[in-house]
């Protein structure tokens, strides 16, 4: 039995770096495949939103002297470099894949067609979506909640490092609370960090629910699109 049966994944561009300070460690990137794959073999329909904070990150860009909208589009450019290497780990897996990056590329990536990439997902290919929203200003979040209610996904599954959302956070505070489901209400009164407010109202406004899941566990993905109770649930 499968629970969700179109889901969208969204992982952070850290989440590839593993034990190293940048980049991508290539047994991060097998893991995510895998994992990816099993939900493929499932007849599971998967698309991926993927960041690029391992590369680069658009709000730090000030830092270094790079104005604001600047960085934020070589923060894009970076998720696609992302997408490049899990498309390509996937494809050594045998899991057929399509690219798509919201600023036209065509020599490594489709242009952003909503049809079309849900015409992919009804083909069983892993879409992953890539250049965030193709505007700066916007997290990788918010491309992943607009991506998520374009093509009709079920739920929004966010892969992170803890196992599901606290009242504050587990590592740095052995006293916090996990909570196994709240509502978007309880989210915003509580001040939880779950996704950037711009992606958590559009979640809201279009009563799409969030799992907030520990991604490195094994067997995670596969729990939950078959109904497991996995990580936190966010809805109504």
């Known amino acids: 039995m499968i629970r969700y049966k179109r889901v969208l994944l969204k992982l952070s561009g850290e989440s590839l770096m593993g034990t190293k300070g940048f980049g991508i460690e290539p047994l991060m990137l097998s893991h995510y495949a895998e994992q990816i794959k099993e939900l493929a073999e499932m007849g599971v329909q998967v698309a991926v939103v993927i960041g690029g904070g391992n590369i680069f990150r658009g709000l730090q860009a000030a830092d270094s002297g790079i104005e604001r909208v600047q960085g934020d589009y070589m923060g894009m450019l970076a998720t696609v470099i992302n997408g490049m290497a899990l498309q390509s780990a996937l494809e050594t897996q045998g899991v057929y894949t399509r690219l798509i990056s919201a600023i036209e590329m065509k020599q490594v990536a489709e242009p952003y067609i909503r049809r079309r990439a849900i015409r992919h997902l009804e083909k069983g290919r892993v879409v992953i979506f890539s250049s965030g929203t193709g505007s700066p200003y916007f997290t990788t979040d ?8 374009e093509i009709n996904a079920e739920v929004i599954l966010k892969g992170t490092r803890v196992d599901g959302i606290y009242s504050a956070d587990p590592e740095k505070d052995p006293t916090a609370v996990k909570f196994d489901t709240l509502t978007f209400a ?3 009164s509580l001040g939880l960090s779950v996704m950037d407010m711009t992606a958590f109202t559009l979640c809201q406004e279009n009563n799409l629910p969030i799992i907030v899941f520990d991604i490195n566990s094994p067997d995670n993905l596969k729990r939950i699109v078959k109904g497991e109770s996995i990580g936190t649930l966010v809805e109504g």
């Open 142 to 149: 918010s491309a992943a909640a607009l991506r998520a209610n």
């Open 186 to 188: 309880k989210v915003i």
